[in-house]
């Protein structure tokens, strides 16, 4: 998983935060209308649409990995290694798993 897919996660994550904001502001009625019509919706849905192919690959190869009940270690392991220290960057967190 690249930073910039961590970059446009966190973007995508942001950009939910502030459409809540929007919905608990203003009703729900029409919301979708204007939400797509915020810059910062509209990126965060674009950037999801170009990162879809690299997600779908990324998730079908961890998923070939073997990970019976309680024996998911190698699939762990795998995770961690194709996985940023970035990944919750959105949330604040950069720490890695161990």
Same mark, same amino acid.
């Given at each position: 998983?690249?930073?910039?897919?961590?970059?446009?996660?966190?973007?995508?994550?942001?950009?939910?935060?502030?459409?809540?904001?929007?919905?608990?502001?203003?009703?729900?009625?029409?919301?979708?209308?204007? &939400? @797509?019509? #915020?810059? !910062?919706?509209?990126? +965060?849905?674009? *950037?999801?649409?170009? /990162? =879809?192919?690299? &997600? @779908?690959? #990324?998730? !079908?190869?961890?998923? +070939?990995?073997? *990970?019976?009940?309680? /024996? =998911?270690?190698?699939?762990?392991?795998?995770?961690?290694?194709?996985?940023?220290?970035?990944?919750?960057?959105?949330?604040?967190?950069?720490?890695?798993?161990?």
């Amino acid at each position: 998983m690249s930073s910039r897919w961590s970059v446009r996660l966190g973007v995508v994550l942001v950009s939910l935060a502030a459409a809540s904001s929007i919905v608990a502001q203003e009703g729900a009625s029409d919301v979708g209308t204007r &939400l @797509l019509a #915020d810059p !910062a919706v509209r990126a +965060a849905l674009d *950037a999801a649409k170009a /990162g =879809e192919p690299q &997600l @779908l690959h #990324d998730q !079908a190869r961890i998923c +070939a990995i073997p *990970a019976p009940p309680f /024996g =998911e270690g190698e699939r762990a392991k795998e995770l961690r290694r194709s996985s940023p220290s970035s990944v919750c960057a959105a949330c604040g967190s950069t720490r890695r798993a161990t």
